[in-house]
């Protein structure tokens, strides 16, 4: 098996996992972090329940960048990452329902579809962080 079949293969068994469990881990910490709290602010832009959704989905996305900087060839690993987490982000983009009220703030919206962007910074993070511990344990 050549190695481009092999890096697509190792793309598309993540992107599934990713797309069958993220979904179960999210609805898990939601349940966990943001389920039955208030959270008030005097920023009226900022919305904490978002933050902490971009922060789930941040933190997992940086562990399958940190797998796929891993197990794919060093020529490109920020590009795997990065169409894993526009893959990803896009499938769930089109997979969800959002229902928006026609006065809706531009705030809202960020928050909204930022939430679609987090598995790309995740993962190319993520491939990053791996790229930067395995140069310094070669030049330690």
Known sequence: MSTDIRNLLLLAIVL?????GVPFLSALWFD??????????????????????????????????????????ARNW????????SLYGICDFALTSNHF???LT????????????MPLVGAVSGAVLHWVLVRRKKHA
């Open 16 to 20: 599934v996992a990713a797309l069958i």
């Open 32 to 73: 966990a972090v943001i389920e039955g709290r208030t959270f008030t602010t005097s920023v009226m832009w900022f919305r904490p329940n978002y933050a902490l959704q971009w922060l789930f989905h941040f933190l997992v996305f940086l562990g399958f960048g940190y797998v796929i900087g891993r197990y794919l060839p």
């Open 78 to 85: 920020w590009l795997s990452a990065a169409l894993f987490g």
């Open 101 to 103: 009220v026609v006065d």
């Open 106 to 117: 531009w705030s809202h919206c960020v928050w909204v579809y930022g939430t679609h962007v």
